[in-house]
């Protein structure tokens, strides 16, 4: 059975976007993602920049909570949670190889959250950065690390990285624009659902940013070295159209 699903696979789709564009933006994702990450990382070594914000903001939201905030920020946090996130990575990842019978993308995305879970934990063992104070967590105890946040890291990666790889086969300008948005958006609902609930410091969310646009532009690069553009990948001998083959095969 699984050598009849493998045999009925079809390739991904072909990139409308040219592989050199592909690698520009692979390359503008990893720069800015490694330069709010290491910003983030000398202010907490420091105790400056940013790092000084980080007991004001925990404080604002300690202060602020209210029960209708708290019941939907705790759900979202539940939700994204690495586990929960892993799971329903892994499930939808599957459906998507036997719905559209193609492997590549599911790959590719299913990949980005395994890279995404081992950066993050290696970094919150290199770093070693505690959480705030546990009377302030709202959802039971804690002893994980605190930099940067798994939540903010996995759910980044998982919108970011699934809308690059289905705008990249057949979305618009607009759908791309409203697309990465909507991932950002997200992320920054995710990540405040982790300051709220008292688990981290401003810092740590912020760094979270930072590592979901480098695993994103790991895997946008390695999509588009692998693919290349629909350019491209037509004029190899494989990817001719029908007037071409017709035309080859009426020559003398």
């Known amino acids: 059975m699984l050598?009849?699903?493998?045999?009925?696979?079809?390739p991904a789709p072909l990139l409308r976007a040219s592989q050199e564009v592909l690698f520009c933006w692979a390359g503008a994702l990893l720069v800015a993602g490694d330069a709010v990450f290491w910003l983030m990382f000398a202010a907490i070594q420091s105790d400056s920049g940013l790092a000084a914000m980080d007991g004001p903001v925990h404080s604002l939201m300690v202060d602020s909570r209210n029960p209708a905030a708290t019941v939907l920020l705790a759900a979202l946090a539940t939700v994204t949670s690495p586990e929960v996130l892993?799971?329903?990575?892994?499930?939808?990842?599957?459906?998507?190889?036997?719905?559209?019978?193609?492997?590549?993308?599911?790959a590719v995305l299913l990949g980005s959250m395994v890279?995404?879970?081992?950066?993050?934990?290696?970094i919150k063992q290199l770093v070693s950065r505690t959480r705030p104070p546990a009377s302030d967590f709202l959802l039971g105890p804690d002893?994980?690390?605190?930099f940067p946040s798994g939540h903010t890291v996995g759910i980044g990666v998982f919108t970011l990285v699934l809308v690059y790889l289905v705008v990249s086969r057949s979305g618009t300008r607009t759908t791309a624009v409203l697309g990465f948005s909507a991932a950002c958006a997200v992320t920054a609902l995710v990540g405040l659902s982790r300051l709220y609930l008292g688990y981290h410091w401003l810092t740590d969310v912020v760094a979270s940013f930072g590592v979901a646009l480098a695993v994103a532009a790991v895997a946008v690069f390695t999509d588009a070295a692998r693919h290349g553009s629909a350019k491209n990948r037509s004029k190899t001998p494989g990817n001719q159209g029908p007037a071409d083959s017709s035309a080859r095969s009426a020559e003398p």
């Open 3 to 10: 050598f009849a699903l493998i045999a009925r696979l079809r």
């Open 86 to 106: 892993g799971v329903i990575s892994a499930v939808f990842s599957l459906a998507w190889v036997l719905w559209k019978r193609e492997l590549w993308r599911p």
């Open 115 to 122: 890279l995404a879970v081992v950066l993050t934990t290696l």
């Open 143 to 146: 002893d994980a690390l605190s």
